[in-house]
């Protein structure tokens, strides 16, 4: 039966999927190539079914290969949950805790917290994860997450840190090129920092300020460290944290009266984790230090 697979069978079916060849698979995953096979081939006789199919540009999954993922996909989260909860057991505060924030969060935030946190905690392990994706705490995706959403799934342990307001700032040797908008109709003569593809925030910030639409952007970039790093260097006007900015005498905010948005922010945890040491110490840390930053 395909459960008596085996985990392993599914890793390196998971590595083909993402590399798209055997050769990769197996650099991918610290194995020889004839193994990564083998385990292809063990999974589809396992299975009964045809998982890859050869094409000009290396293997092609097939449907029932697609079908297969999220499941072979929630098998790896939950391996990987339970190394991590291995890790801690023993006397004291040890082991491995995935944290996941978004990308400035993770970025401009977090590392002074879990500098903070390793010097009380030494054999506490960190593993953080910087995406603007909401991973999956049900599925164990991550063990805390830090998010400018309510949670609201029951099963979820979550709290609320206060709000992070963004606005727009720009580098005073911009402003010192172009003299700052007083008005938001003035917007439209300067070079703005905005996203590519249509986002939540996007969609969010034009309900404040219709203008704030990709057409008018000039430069573009779907991560929100490119935009803190092009504000940096004077390419524009983009959107900021007001906290980020308070502590960089460079960058200067407009618009201060026509334009801020909030974000209520939320520090989460699985509640299944509310008794481990290593999970709760960091769920505390975060709330207390994420508290301070917003307020």
């Known amino acids: 039966m395909a459960t008596e697979a085996g985990w392993q069978l599914y890793r390196s079916f998971l590595g083909v999927l993402q590399e798209g060849s055997l050769s990769g698979a197996a650099r991918a995953l610290g194995i020889t190539q004839p193994t990564v096979g083998r385990h292809v081939s063990a999974l589809e006789e396992s299975l009964r079914l045809t998982l890859f199919t050869r094409s000009q540009s290396g293997l092609r999954p097939t449907e029932a290969a697609l079908g297969l993922r999220p499941y072979a996909e929630e098998m790896r989260s939950t391996a990987d949950a339970l190394r991590r909860a291995a890790s801690s057991q023993g006397e004291g505060v040890k082991g491995t805790v995935r944290v996941s924030a978004s990308e400035v969060v993770g970025v401009e935030v977090l590392p002074p917290i879990v500098a903070r946190l390793r010097q009380e905690h030494p054999q506490l392990t960190i593993e953080l994860v910087m995406t603007n994706r909401v991973q999956d705490l049900l599925q164990r995706e991550a063990d805390i997450a830090v998010r400018m959403t309510q949670p609201r799934q029951e099963l979820l342990i979550a709290r ?14 911009y402003l010192a090129r172009h003299e700052a908008p007083k008005t938001v109709a003035e917007l439209q003569r300067h070079s703005l920092i905005g996203f590519d593809v249509e986002t ?96």
């Not at 609320?160 to 040797?173: E, K, T, Y």
């Not at 219709?210 to 390419?235: K, M, Y």
Request: proline share 4%; with cysteine; aromatic share 8%.
């Open 160 to 173: 609320r840190v206060g709000v992070v307001a963004l606005g727009f700032f720009a580098h005073r040797d």
């Open 200 to 295: 939540s925030f996007l969609r969010g910030a034009r309900k404040t300020l219709p203008q704030w639409n990709r057409e008018a952007f000039s430069i573009r970039t779907d991560s929100d460290v490119g935009h803190l790093a092009l504000i940096r260097a004077g390419c524009g006007i983009g959107v900021c944290q007001v906290a980020l900015a308070k502590h960089q005498p460079e960058l200067v905010r407009v618009l201060t009266s026509r334009f801020e948005l909030k974000l209520p922010t939320w520090v989460t945890m699985h509640e299944n984790l509310r008794n481990s040491p290593r999970c709760r110490v960091t769920f505390d840390a975060l709330v207390k230090e994420l508290t301070a930053y917003t307020s």
